[in-house]
């Protein structure tokens, strides 16, 4: 019978849980979104390849600039590395556009009730 952890590359979701420091509630989810890949075992249990450790990093990472599980879908094929950097696929420019768009929206929101609150304040700043 199969065992995950035998030196061959893979683990199961304890062991990818504490190499990436995201819990296995939270690595279920992303494999619920398609955001991994999990094999399983003749025992029922996921069955994660060492590479899974880069792309939770990167799924992280994606989610910390802003872009929710949808857009990492479409973008993290074309992720390379921890940070991630982006090979300019298809849609990775559309969606990284739009997500710099709505955060530029988020900031001036943000500005104006700012601006409203500090004059409840008597600030002029």
Not at 42 to 51: A, F, L, Q, T
């Amino acid at each position: 019978m199969y065992e995950a952890g035998e030196g061959d590359g893979r683990m199961l979701i304890g062991e990818l849980s504490r190499r990436t420091g995201v819990s296995a509630r939270l690595l279920r989810y992303y494999e619920e979104q398609g955001l991994l890949e999990a094999e399983r075992g003749p025992n029922g249990y996921r069955c994660y390849d060492d590479g899974t450790v880069l792309t939770v990093r990167q799924v992280r990472a994606l989610l910390d600039a802003g872009l929710n599980t949808e857009m990492i879908r479409s973008v993290l094929p074309c992720a390379r590395g921890e940070q991630p950097v982006f090979e300019m696929c298809v849609d990775v420019q559309a969606v990284l556009n739009r997500v710099l768009a709505d955060t530029d929206e988020r900031i001036d929101d943000l500005r104006r009730s700012r601006s409203v609150l500090a004059g409840y304040l008597g600030d002029k700043s």
